[in-house]
């Protein structure tokens, strides 16, 4: 086992039990030293409409930075754009334009064999684990496949690894003989999650991990991703539109309207002082876990707007409760409202005089 965690790499060892003390201290100076892991840049993706001359704009001018070892938030409705966004920044769908870099490298501008081993350090967790997982494959291969692409040791440590890693997803060693359809939602998905693990990956997108699960299955993988990042010093992009999950895990928080990010804060600021209306409506529908308690909802009306044709201007003003004539023919930036807190609203208070939003190193 130990070779197999020496012969690529110094990253190995970092899961590696016995070295977590020293894998903390190059942590904690990476940090230091460059605090940012990723940086995005008006990060589009145009999908054409066949037949057509239209382009269905699903991701349209994204900038965030992800600072290593936090877990961003990133939620929305369903269709706004945050699972395509976090697979531009992975470049499992090549993105239209825009900047994505990581540990400042050029993402976008990496050939095959550069992208190849970018990999080892992003990783990727997907929403339903049945469909992400090889059902004629046993469970034990699926893990070992990461290894063995990157030829990493030889079957004996692939095997020991294998053993290792369901161990540290709470999964019994001897799991891996068995196939897919064998095990429950919980146990496929932390089985996603051992997988992702496999390469010692620097960051983890996860996206949407828990909306296919229980309540109760729910909370157990959120607490394992948790201290599982505690443990690795992992870095999460958290994709979702369970807005109290992301609060529970989450240290900042963006929030994506129709293809844009009109807010981003501080998990904690967010939540108790959210500033864009989109952001105040999504918040009023968590319910209070008190039925003698009533939360005041924001009843947002009408659908959403279709991507293909996104309305001018302001895109969420066709149901914005405070709209105004300016928000038709004011393309709406994000802005620093107050320190780490931006939103791309023109009725925010101070947002006439707030600087332009810039993502901070």
Known sequence: MQKLLTTEDTEETALNSSSSSVSSVVNANNQINNPTLVRVRELYKHFPVEGTGDFWRAVDGVTFDIKRGETLGLVGESGCGKSTAGRCLLRLIEPTRGDVEFEGRDVTAMGKRELRELRRAMQIIFQDPNASLNPRMKIGDIIAEPLVIHKIGNRKEQRERVAWLLGKVGLDPDYMKRYSHEFSGGQLQRSGVARALALNPKLIVADEPVSALDVSVQAQVVNLLQDLQKEFGLTYLFISHGLAVVEHISTRVAVMYLGRIVEIADAKDLYLNPLHPYTQALLSAIPIPDPKEQRERVILKGDVPTARNPPSGCRFRTRCPIAIDDCAR??????????????????????????PSEARP
């Open 330 to 355: 004011i393309d709406q930036e994000l802005r620093e409202i107050s320190p780490g807190h931006s939103a791309a609203c023109i009725r925010v208070e101070g947002y006439a005089s707030a600087p």
